[in-house]
């Protein structure tokens, strides 16, 4: 009978195809600078223009993740990533009330500051 292989191993160290690495920006600020920098004309930075342009146009109003990743036709694990760097820039804030998505459930709204 053949060894059987742990495809679940508990431990990372135990698997030898895993890669050790820190997680991105963790302890590391010159280098996650350096690759936002290097990232600059890049589509993450014309997707969150996209994102940035979209809430200014939607005034006080605002939108939800859902709503701009869908008039965006943008993916969601997309727009939300450029959605928080715009937030971590003081682009855009969050609004003091909620709305409804399709699912029934209450979102953030967020605005352009």
Known sequence: MPEQIDLFPTKASQHPDIERHPPVGAGHPDTSYAAAESVAGTPAQSARQRVYDFLVEQGTWGA????????????????????????????????????TTRSGRKATVWVAT
């Open 64 to 99: 939800t993740d859902e709503h701009i990743a869908e008039l965006l036709n943008m993916n969601p694990s997309t727009e939300r990533p450029r959605r928080q760097e715009l937030e971590q820039a003081g682009r855009i804030r969050k609004a003091e009330w909620l709305r």
